[in-house]
């Protein structure tokens, strides 16, 4: 009889939002969710980018279509990626990297998971949408089931 291994996936990241990309001045970088930064005597009012559907939308995308390598599960693989893309003033995902992985097949898998996400909400500068670039950490971590399969905690 051949056991089925289910993979049970949990979340665990948070948003470092990096900055507007396309602003070229230090006064309009961002560090926090909601930023208002003074360049020039004129206000900037900066709102990063959401995930359609909020953070638990986000939450179910991964659990949804992340596919943890067989040879990582071997392995129990496991560890924090920090990965990187761009959400364009339309919404969409670009220049997706990974900037500190845990192995390359993970590494692989994770990149493919972003560069298909669903739009999102863009980031808006002045209630005008702008381009942003996101940092955010992805903790992966492998346990034991209690019937011997693995879960991965994503």
């Known amino acids: 009889m051949t056991h089925t291994k289910k993979l049970f996936l949990s979340i665990a ?69 920090e990965v990187q893309f761009t959400v364009e003033a339309s919404g969409d995902v670009t220049y997706v990297s990974v900037l500190k ?3 390359e097949d993970i590494d692989s898998e994770v990149l493919r998971l972003l560069e298909h996400m669903p739009n999102w909400n ?9 381009r942003y670039m996101v940092s955010m950490p992805l903790r992966i971590k492998v346990s034991r089931g209690k019937n011997g399969g693995d879960r991965s905690m994503f």
């Open 13 to 81: 990241f948070t948003f470092m939002f990096s900055g507007v990309i396309s602003a070229q001045t230090q006064a309009d970088s961002v560090t926090n969710d909601t930023t208002t930064a003074i360049a020039d005597t004129a206000q900037i009012r900066i709102v990063p980018p959401t995930f359609r559907g909020g953070m638990e939308a986000l939450h179910t995308y991964i659990m949804t279509n992340f596919e943890y390598p067989e040879e990582a599960r071997r392995k129990s693989a496991s560890g924090t990626l």
């Open 101 to 103: 992985g845990i192995e």
């Open 122 to 130: 863009p980031a808006t500068r002045n209630e005008k949408p702008v």
